[in-house]
């Protein structure tokens, strides 16, 4: 199957730039990151705070079906200008990763379409590559922290 | 040779993928990776057995313990492991895409938010 997907991620860099063109209007590309509701049903995760202004924090968790917390992650959002831009930091809690900084960048293409720029700077190389090399962390992670509920209620 | 193959089978089982999470930020024995798991310790030593073939976990000897770490090198040069990363986005941006295509402003009970709708180009 074809992916639309683009990564860059250069070798020996600390960062990648993530691109995709939708096959939607630039005002609905921006709208799916905008409003929390929509963001949750594609993210698949649930919106606890989404302040879109600049100074603004977000957080988001991933509880599994008995309603155990086993992800979540957080950031503040530093640039917010509607269907154009957005900067902010990305942090995965309780996890090895460090805080990560993203620029995201809305463009409109003619006949409806429009294009993402996700620029994405790591702390260092080997945090990127880490990140790149194990991109099932977050999936892992949450199967993980489960088995140590799972485990602690036996207890 | 099928030793490319074998890489993709051995990162294809969970508990073998939750012991690479778990080593890449720090070399850990075999114990200590046991110890993360609800698994008898003999399949997890069977997990670092087939890690350690396909030479994607050094091992490394220190005094009576043997520490296992990730091999950096193995996973850069599988030029492949970039695609998991970009297949997780391309799901999430094609989630979107259906999500945003069927997406109709009018439905909404507040319409105050959509007031403004553009026209389209």
Same mark, same amino acid.
């Given at each position: 199957?074809?992916?639309? $997907? *683009?990564?860059?991620?250069?070798?020996? &860099? /600390?960062?990648?730039?993530?691109?995709? =063109?939708?096959?939607? +209007?630039?005002?609905?590309?921006?709208?799916?990151?905008?409003?929390?509701?929509?963001?949750?049903?594609?993210?698949? $995760? *649930?919106?606890?705070?989404?302040?879109? &202004? /600049?100074?603004?924090?977000?957080?988001? =968790?991933?509880?599994? +079906?008995?309603?155990?917390?086993?992800?979540?992650?957080?950031?503040?959002?530093?640039?917010?200008?509607?269907?154009?831009?957005?900067?902010?930091?990305?942090?995965?809690?309780?996890?090895?990763?460090?805080?990560?900084?993203?620029?995201?960048?809305?463009?409109?293409?003619?006949?409806?379409?429009?294009?993402?720029?996700?620029?994405?700077?790591?702390?260092?190389?080997?945090?990127?590559?880490?990140?790149?090399?194990?991109?099932?962390?977050?999936?892992?992670?949450?199967?993980?922290?489960?088995?140590?509920?799972?485990?602690?209620?036996?207890? | 040779?099928?030793?490319?193959?074998?890489?993709?089978?051995?990162?294809?089982?969970?508990?073998?993928?939750?012991?690479?999470?778990?080593?890449?930020?720090?070399?850990?024995?075999?114990?200590?990776?046991?110890?993360?798991?609800?698994?008898?310790?003999?399949?997890?030593?069977?997990?670092?057995?087939?890690?350690?073939?396909?030479?994607?976990?050094?091992?490394?000897?220190?005094?009576?313990?043997?520490?296992?770490?990730?091999?950096?090198?193995?996973?850069?040069?599988?030029?492949?492991?970039?695609?998991?990363?970009?297949?997780?986005?391309?799901?999430?941006?094609?989630?979107?895409?259906?999500?945003?295509?069927?997406?109709?402003?009018?439905?909404?009970?507040?319409?105050?938010?959509?007031?403004?709708?553009?026209?389209?180009?």
């Amino acid at each position: 199957m074809e992916r639309k $997907t *683009k990564i860059d991620a250069e070798d020996g &860099k /600390q960062d990648l730039m993530i691109t995709r =063109e939708f096959d939607v +209007p630039l005002e609905l590309l921006f709208k799916a990151y905008e409003d929390p509701e929509i963001f949750e049903q594609w993210m698949g $995760t *649930k919106v606890l705070k989404l302040e879109n &202004k /600049q100074h603004g924090g977000y957080r988001f =968790e991933t509880s599994d +079906p008995q309603g155990n917390v086993v992800f979540s992650a957080n950031g503040t959002i530093h640039e917010f200008i509607p269907n154009q831009k957005i900067v902010r930091t990305f942090e995965m809690e309780n996890t090895p990763y460090p805080v990560q900084l993203e620029f995201l960048e809305f463009e409109d293409l003619t006949a409806g379409r429009s294009k993402l720029n996700m620029h994405v700077v790591y702390r260092s190389v080997v945090d990127r590559d880490n990140i790149l090399k194990l991109p099932f962390a977050q999936g892992v992670n949450m199967a993980h922290n489960r088995l140590e509920e799972i485990v602690s209620e036996l207890k | 040779m099928n030793l490319r193959r074998d890489v993709f089978q051995a990162i294809a089982d969970p508990t073998r993928r939750a012991i690479l999470v778990l080593v890449a930020s720090q070399s850990m024995t075999a114990g200590a990776i046991a110890a993360n798991f609800d698994t008898a310790r003999p399949t997890v030593s069977k997990h670092l057995q087939i890690l350690t073939e396909c030479e994607l976990l050094d091992q490394e000897q220190n005094g009576r313990e043997i520490y296992y770490q990730l091999n950096p090198k193995k996973m850069k040069e599988i030029a492949d492991f970039i695609e998991p990363f970009r297949n997780m986005w391309d799901d999430r941006f094609n989630k979107l895409e259906a999500i945003m295509k069927n997406y109709r402003p009018e439905k909404k009970e507040d319409g105050a938010k959509n007031k403004d709708r553009r026209r389209r180009r």
